[in-house]
């Protein structure tokens, strides 16, 4: 991710060199900009007289009878001492205007061109009866305000980054996970969120999990699972022992009739009844219907109104809406890498659309925690209600705490979110996590699959409930498509040691 290198800074506009046809000197001016602000000085303009003296633009000349008596031939004649006077006068202007120019070129220093970013203050050591999560380390605030847009689509990121590492493959599936993406490779990030930083965050409390006495309940916030229908939540809150009151869902892309009105509520078994909320992750168009670009342009804004009112007429208006989840992964149309310069665009029209006629609902800008270009493309607070971070037991596995606390700290890690969440005044989600199975997954082909790791599981439940302040919801991402994560649970049980330590913990 390249920094963008943005500021609010001050530039410097160099004295012109203009010289009019009767050759004047040059026009002395210099400007300095300051956020928007002109402050300049010009001094009166010189020019030559027929006399070989000056003669400011503007300024007084010597009087009529001073001046000038009209001989017997008609000529003009003018004294020695008049001439003199003139060119004494005209002098002292500019001498003057000078002055003037060099005092206002010191009377206000230049800005830095760069901002510090902003303090964070953590908390740091675990409990001495077991691992505890890392206190979230945000990214280096890079000074420029995310948000410098009112109006969607008006306004797309000016620099954006690179590029998203080059991920792995995935299938088009209707209920997609992280396919897999490699991890982020060249120059460590330097720059963070884009947007300016906001409240500072601090370390949640830190204890041990084992033994604990918060074992046997979810972490904090809502809590779920993602899910196709009631049978499949009623068989988690069965293995857990906890009630499910978040489910996830992914619609069909293959229409805008299947977007604005999802399957989700077509009936009990589709959640119709269902007495939790609902997140129901979108695309930004149908799949091979749409770009990015005619997004930003607002030629889509009427299906995302129809979508408000879907909400809205199903009786689920604050429902949690994920636009173009996982867009800095580059599996999915909607990825920045299709069109950096219109995604934030295209972002704030879908959001104020889906607002215009579902003012309610829940806005969740979520990014995968494997890959770069997230907080350059965040669209700004007034678009985002909720900061989302889908992450997985990958790009490194964590079998050790060392091992956790280097991947939730990376640059789009779960502590980094956690963290530009608190300084943006916003709770955050995990919308998706699990365990990464270590066969037909590129991660585990490579040994940077966790596999069956119970200790995964400890850190993300301490790390959710160390923040459990601002967290809005998680949930369990339990699969086991081919070409996927292969993180389930139950149905089948593919990692039986995680499984039997989270039902223990929530």
Not at 430 to 449: F, H, N, R, S, Y
């Amino acid at each position: 991710m390249r920094t963008r290198g943005e500021f609010d800074g001050s530039a410097t506009v160099l004295p012109g060199d203009r010289t009019d046809s009767s050759g004047a000197q040059p026009d002395a001016t210099r400007k300095h900009v300051f956020e928007g602000s002109t402050v300049g000085v010009r001094p009166a303009r010189l020019r030559p007289t027929s006399s070989s003296g000056f003669e400011g633009i503007g300024a007084p000349g010597p009087s009529a009878p001073e001046a000038s008596a009209t001989g017997s031939g008609g000529g003009r004649r003018t004294s020695a001492t008049t001439r003199r006077r003139a060119r004494l006068a005209s002098v002292g202007v500019g001498v003057l205007a000078l002055m003037v120019v060099i005092a206002g070129c010191g009377s206000q220093p230049l800005e830095s061109d760069q901002r510090s970013g902003a303090t964070v203050a953590v908390g740091a050591g675990a409990a001495s009866d077991g691992p505890s999560s890392p206190a979230p380390q945000p990214p280096p605030a890079a000074g420029a305000n995310g948000e410098t847009a009112t109006d969607p689509g008006n306004n797309p990121p000016t620099g954006p980054g690179t590029g998203a590492s080059t991920p792995g493959t995935g299938q088009n599936i209707p209920r997609p996970a992280s396919p897999d993406p490699q991890p982020a490779t060249g120059s460590p990030v330097t720059a963070g969120p884009t947007a300016t930083a906001g409240p500072t965050a601090t370390a949640g409390p830190t204890a041990a999990v084992g033994g604990d006495s918060r074992s046997g309940q979810p972490p904090g916030g809502l809590s779920g699972i993602s899910a196709g229908s009631l049978t499949e939540v009623r068989e988690w809150e069965a293995f857990r022992g906890s009630p499910v009151d978040v489910v996830v869902g992914f619609t069909d892309r293959s229409s805008w009739d299947t977007i604005t009105h999802p399957w989700m509520g077509a009936g009990p078994e589709k959640f119709e009844g269902f007495a939790g909320t609902w997140v129901i992750s979108q695309p930004f168009f149908p799949t091979n219907g749409g770009t990015i670009g005619l997004c930003a342009a607002g030629f889509y804004n009427s299906h995302w109104r129809e979508f408000g009112n879907w909400l809205v007429s199903q009786g689920r208006g604050s429902s949690i809406v994920r636009p173009a989840w996982e867009f800095n992964g580059a599996w999915f149309p909607w990825s920045v890498s299709k069109d950096r310069w219109s995604w934030v665009s295209c972002f704030r029209q879908v959001v104020t659309s889906i607002r215009a006629t579902a003012p309610q609902a829940l806005i969740d800008w979520t990014f995968n925690a494997h890959n770069t270009d997230a907080f350059e493309y965040y669209p700004g607070d007034k678009y985002v209600d909720i900061v989302g971070v889908d992450t997985y037991d990958q790009w490194p596995a964590s079998k050790t705490e060392a091992d956790f606390n280097a991947q939730c700290r990376q640059a789009t890690g779960l502590c980094s979110g956690i963290a530009f969440a608190r300084q943006h005044g916003k709770k955050f989600s995990v919308p998706e996590w699990g365990l990464v199975g270590t066969t037909d997954t590129g991660a585990g082909k490579i040994g940077q699959a966790g596999g069956d790791n119970p200790f995964y599981i400890e850190m993300m439940y301490q790390t959710m409930h160390d923040n459990a302040d601002i967290l809005a919801y998680e949930a369990y991402f339990n699969d086991d498509l081919p070409d996927n994560v292969h993180s389930s649970l139950i149905n089948p049980t593919t990692h039986p040691k995680g499984a039997a330590r989270y039902a223990e913990l929530w």
